[in-house]
């Protein structure tokens, strides 16, 4: 055995050996700080026995965590995520009793409850005093990260080498451009901030800018900005005949959700039907923490793959690969209590200012919010860190967590503020990682969408989209609404329209039950349809059954603009005040109800109202260029889905080592442009992406099975340098 190795495995008997130390002194502080934690008998005993008892006890806890937890897990893969989290506390504090009953010395005892306190910070400390031996020594920092690789390079058996640089599609869910352009200016995103090249704040004349690495483009959303349309444009190349976060298919008679796991299953079906592509991810891809795989068989918290039955295709697949580690559990679960504690003195901290606009954050929420900023961060970023160490070719991941903050306590918001500090930290990890990979890594950051702030339609008017669809059909209206001021504007706006006396009820014009919509909303967007008319009704044939309804939204002021069918112009914008104006006269230059929603707004509606699934009639809210706020149809303070502001800007951040994204002057706009880049971006890497005739052809021989593609012709070949 040479020096080299000898060296290596008496440092891994140190460490082992420091923290065995470190955990038996932290077992004889708990057990002098806790009445219900012993480790002698109820007669005295020498302090030599106690140590004794508690060097045997920490070991036996350590070798029970090595040896029983990744089994425990592994069980409790069909366990729900969020109930994982919380059995963990529970699991460790088992663990812990056990390694007291088997202590040879058979003198420690605890409460079960103490039990559970003590494998916690036990673990915690075992985990911190490893790590931090770890990091003084280079060459063990790096076993231990390829070591958190070892299960998936399992997988990889017969796969060739790695071959050119990797690129890693990091997205940042819910980031508007503006948003990271100030988190980067602000500091509140150093590592963000050193890729574009700006010098830390205050900036200083003996502060030189660091060289940027990174280029910042902003791209235009399609109509429906939120992450089912996006993430399917750019993960599998089309978005086609996706009108909205949530939408009814007369055909089928069913809701699509777009985060319902068997509607993501039909999009992405549906779009490898229409491109005849498997994906970006098709070759050498991982897919982590998406909505859909984008093609990859490396899956971990994939929602369109989640009731896939297989070991390694079940959704909550990757959290064994993180929870295994008994110290990441219980670092998670920490983290996760005390997220659920800081989201709870937020809210309380902005009830009792007062502020405005603000939402309900109790319930189930303050659970909901850790798992996203925690659990699932977590999680995601182990993954990634596995794949570069693993050498993927392609590696595509979704953290989540600012986008679920924003929705409640507002995208500018100090509580949104702080979830994009953590975020950058682990960006900062997985830069430092990809130093040790096999293969250099580009890093290509981006998001789906941005977010648009503004006071949700029930906060300004009293009344939901649905309250007022009703009572355009002359429906009945919930005594909330009717009791409020817009209420009341809205039952006067249909006597009008039908030329009923004020007095009289709008009970005599109730139509039959067989003809109530159904109204849903994703962000500032909301769809009616009408269930029992099997096609897209036309505007003249909903003046027909309901005479007041399209003109008691178009001239509500919470409304922006209407879109609904035409059968004598094919399609009609409608506003305020009479505006009418035919979909195919539309344009930047004319824009009628659209001007304030921006370029490009008209393009962006009449594709979708192309859609086979568009509803009978698409209602934007209105939107105010001077603040920039729209008007959630939902219950929420931060949106998108719709037209209006910041949620129709994202960002499409790129190494400069790749192409430019687009021509200088070109717009980028939609998510379908965004995959096309991204491809060639693939390709640029000299990686696997390479055109399928030349697969067949290399690779004919074995009988390698590759899927079709209709992806571009490589583009010229760039510098290899990572990111």
């Known amino acids: 055995m040479g020096g080299g190795r000898w060296r290596r495995v008496l440092s891994g008997v140190w460490r082992m050996l420091a923290v065995w130390a470190v955990s038996t002194l932290t077992m004889l502080v708990l057990a002098g700080a806790l009445p219900d934690f012993r480790l002698q008998s109820e007669s005295d005993e020498s302090a030599t026995q106690i140590a004794v008892t508690a060097a045997l006890g920490a070991g036996a806890f350590g070798l029970l965590s090595s040896l029983v937890w990744p089994l425990l897990v592994r069980a409790l893969l069909l366990v729900p995520a969020l109930v994982l989290g919380l059995l963990v506390f529970f699991l460790n504090g088992s663990l812990l009793l056990l390694a007291l009953r088997l202590n040879p010395s058979g003198q420690g005892a605890a409460a079960p409850e103490t039990a559970v306190v003590v494998a916690a910070v036990m673990s915690a400390v075992a985990s911190a005093t490893g790590g931090a031996l770890a990091v003084r020594d280079d060459d063990a920092y790096r076993r231990r990260l390829y070591r958190l690789a070892d299960r998936r390079r399992g997988h990889a058996d017969g796969r060739m080498g790695p071959a050119g640089p990797g690129t890693l599609f990091l997205q940042l869910d819910g980031v508007g451009h503006d948003v990271l352009e100030a988190a980067a200016e602000k500091g509140l995103m150093p590592t963000v901030a050193a890729w574009l090249g ?4 205050p900036a200083s004349a003996g502060v030189a800018r660091p060289r940027p690495t990174h280029r910042l483009t902003p791209w235009r959303t399609d109509w429906s900005s939120q992450t089912g349309a996006s993430q399917l ?7 086609h005949d996706v009108p909205a976060f949530r939408w009814y298919e007369k055909d089928t008679r069913e809701v699509m959700v777009c985060n319902r796991p068997s509607s993501a299953a039909e999009l992405q079906r549906r779009a490898v039907d229409r491109t005849g592509d498997g994906g970006l991810l098709t070759v050498d891809g991982a897919s982590r923490g998406n909505l859909f795989s984008g093609g990859a068989e490396q899956l971990a918290l994939v929602l369109s793959m989640a009731a896939r039955r297989g070991r390694r295709n079940r959704s909550r697949a990757g959290y064994f ?11 998670t679960a920490m983290s996760f209590v005390a997220d ?40 995601v970023v182990a993954a990634v860190i596995g794949d570069m160490l693993a050498g993927r070719a392609a590696i595509y991941a979704d953290l989540v967590a600012y986008d679920e903050v924003a929705h409640h306590s507002g995208p500018h918001s100090r509580d949104a503020a702080k979830i994009l500090e953590r975020l950058d930290r682990s960006l900062a990890l997985i830069a430092q990682v990809a130093e040790h990979a096999p293969r250099a890594y580009r890093i290509v950051l981006l998001s789906d969408h941005g977010q648009s702030p503004g006071e949700t339609f029930l906060g300004r008017y009293g009344l939901t989209l649905g309250d007022l669809v009703r009572a355009g059909c002359g429906l009945a209206v919930p005594r909330r609404a009717q009791r409020t001021h817009s209420g009341a504007e809205a039952r006067a706006a249909v006597r009008a329209a039908l030329r009923i006396p004020v007095e009289e009820g709008v009970e005599e014009h109730r139509p039959t039950r067989r003809s109530e919509p159904i109204t849903l909303a994703s962000g500032n967007l909301g769809l009616v349809s009408f269930p029992d008319v099997s096609h897209r009704m036309s505007r003249e044939e909903i003046d027909a059954r309901h005479p007041a309804l399209l003109s008691t939204l178009a001239n509500h002021p919470g409304v922006g603009f209407v879109l609904v069918r035409s059968e ?10 009479g505006a009418e ?39 934007n809210s209105s939107y105010d260029p001077a603040d920039g706020e729209v008007l959630a149809f939902e219950e929420q303070i931060g949106s998108h889905g719709g ?3 910041c949620q129709s800007r994202p960002f499409l951040m790129s190494p400069l080592a790749l192409s430019e994204p687009v021509a200088q002057d070109e717009p980028l706009t939609g998510a379908e442009h965004i995959h096309r880049v991204l491809t060639r971006w693939l390709r640029e890497a000299d990686g696997p992406q390479v055109p399928v005739a030349q697969l067949e052809h290399s690779e004919g021989a074995r009988g390698t099975a590759r899927p079709a593609t209709n992806r571009p012709a490589p583009a010229t070949q760039q510098d290899p340098a990572g990111a």
């Open 643 to 645: 037209l209006g502001g």
């Open 581 to 619: 104006i035919p979909i195919d006269d539309l344009s930047d230059e004319h824009p009628g109800p659209l001007a304030d929603f921006g370029p490009g707004a008209a393009d962006a509606v009449r594709r979708t109202h192309g859609f086979p699934h568009t509803a009978d009639i698409m209602v």
């Open 321 to 331: 690969a993180y929870f295994s580690d008994p110290a990441n559990a219980v670092r």
């Open 233 to 239: 444009g750019i993960l599998h190349g089309t978005n």
């Open 198 to 201: 700006l010098a830390p704040p």
């Open 340 to 379: 659920v504690l800081r989201e709870i003195g937020q809210s309380t901290r902005a009830r009792m200012a007062e502020q405005r606009p603000r939402v309900k954050r109790g319930g189930l929420y303050p659970f909901i919010r850790a798992f996203a900023t925690v659990v699932e961060r977590d999680v």
């Open 568 to 577: 004598e112009h094919g399609g009609v914008v409608l506003g305020a005040h």
